[in-house]
């Protein structure tokens, strides 16, 4: 059985996109977008496989895709 795969990418103040890693497991994505959240450099930050399955901006907060 194939696990899925999920991508993090954060966009800075300049509204440029950067993934800040590619096709990992759930919890290593889900460890990664908390530590791009925390460190407070990101307007967006997302967790993606195809869609946007959790979203955090720095004026909306969270959202759940």
Sequence with gaps: M?????SVCRYGE???AEYV???VGL???VEVF????SAGSSKRV???NGE???EWTLQG???RG
Excluded at 2 to 6: C, E, L, T, V
Excluded at 34 to 37: E, I, K, M, N
């Design 2 to 6: 194939d696990q899925a795969r999920f």
């Design 14 to 16: 300049d509204g440029i």
């Design 21 to 23: 890693t590619r096709l």
């Design 27 to 29: 919890v290593k994505a």
């Design 34 to 37: 908390s530590t791009c959240v």
């Design 46 to 48: 997302i967790v993606t």
């Design 52 to 54: 946007v399955n959790l």
């Design 61 to 63: 907060g969270f959202r």
